[in-house]
């Protein structure tokens, strides 16, 4: 840890409850131990899943205070542990920092494990590299379950948020054709950008005439990152045979009509997960949209932020290169 700091800034909170409760901390930097990974933290991913752990009600270790919050991020290594292999000083990478017993992103440093980090690909940028962790991981996890491949016709609801424009992308280079459905005209547009074949506001009342006509025959599957009362009438589109996935947190929980199997996929890191969707990435430009970068000291804005209409990613920029 030569050249690195005893103690950080970190954005925790001392006892769970409001936005008011997330502020300014300095701590130590956490240490490293075997297997581990020293990250110094450029940008750091907000997720609605960092608002819950701020409130109490996502909680999946045990309990200490101050307690860093941030589930993912993006930066430099600059330090490894023993054991570590894959990983050396110096590389710039993203990781996830997910249910991190050593704390969160929302700092200046983490320390996670080996298994949950990622060599940065070329062509992706520190910005889109900090939104990508946990939107990645589920986004692939999701679509492999789905068995998505050439002359899959996928219905994506969600297509213009943090896990789905990023799956629709992903879909496409997997050889799917993709009837999404983004939010908003805003939304619409982006996921037109993206290279979806057929693009529906879901605000709109003509979105099952419209798939219907996209897949007269019937979807082979459908990746559901949504909830909404629209959404379960689409679902009986999907095939005798067919399979609808969505990953925890969307609420209402999807269900299957007769004949269609669901499943419920969650994207936590993995090494393999990761080189997969690193090599998807590298096919073409690949865009991780982001909508809106706070400061570190301003995290609990960043997250009220989610609460009102946006596309893609919401970051923190914790610190410059």
């Not at 750091?44 to 009600?57: N, P, S």
């Not at 000083?89 to 249910?99: H, K, L």
């Not at 940065?120 to 998505?148: H, K, R, V």
Request: charged letters at 20%; hydrophobic letters at 45%; proline letters at 5%.
């Amino acid at each position: 840890m030569q050249n690195t700091p005893q103690q950080m800034k970190a954005m925790a909170v001392n006892e769970f409850g409001g936005p008011d409760k997330l502020t300014l901390h300095t701590l130590p930097v956490p240490t490293v131990d075997s297997s581990e990974v020293l990250i110094r933290v450029e940008i750091a991913g907000i997720g609605i899943w960092d608002a819950m752990e701020r409130e109490g009600t996502l909680v999946y270790n045990e309990v200490h205070f101050p307690r860093v919050l941030g589930g993912e991020c993006a930066g430099t290594v600059v330090a490894i542990g023993d054991g570590v292999e894959r990983f050396a000083v110096g590389d710039r990478v993203y990781a996830q920092s997910f249910m991190n017993d050593k704390g969160g992103s929302y700092a200046q440093y983490v320390v996670v494990s080996e298994k949950t980090v990622a060599p940065m690909p070329d062509g992706l940028d520190i910005l889109m590299a900090g939104g990508l962790p946990i939107a990645g991981a589920t986004a692939l996890s999701n679509l492999q379950a789905l068995g998505t491949s050439n002359e899959t016709k996928l219905i994506l609801w969600g297509a213009s948020g943090g896990v789905g424009h990023v799956a629709l992308q992903l879909a496409k280079r997997m050889g799917a054709s993709v009837f999404a459905i983004a939010s908003g005209a805003d939304g619409v547009e982006l996921a037109k950008r993206l290279g979806a074949d057929e693009v529906v506001d879901g605000r709109g009342d003509d979105v099952g005439q419209r798939a219907r006509a996209f897949a007269p025959d019937g979807f082979d599957t459908a990746l559901v990152l949504t909830g909404g009362d629209d959404i379960q009438s689409t679902l009986g589109l999907v095939r005798q045979g067919g399979i609808i996935a969505f990953p925890n947190g969307v609420m209402p929980e999807p269900k299957a009509p007769d004949g269609v199997e669901l499943k419920k996929v969650n994207g936590f890191a993995d090494p393999m997960l990761f080189d997969q969707l690193n090599r998807l990435m590298s096919i073409g430009k690949f865009q991780v949209h982001i909508a809106q970068i706070f400061p570190l000291e301003e995290a609990a804005q960043a997250q009220e932020a989610m609460k009102q209409h946006y596309l893609g990613k919401i970051v923190l920029r914790v610190s410059d290169k």
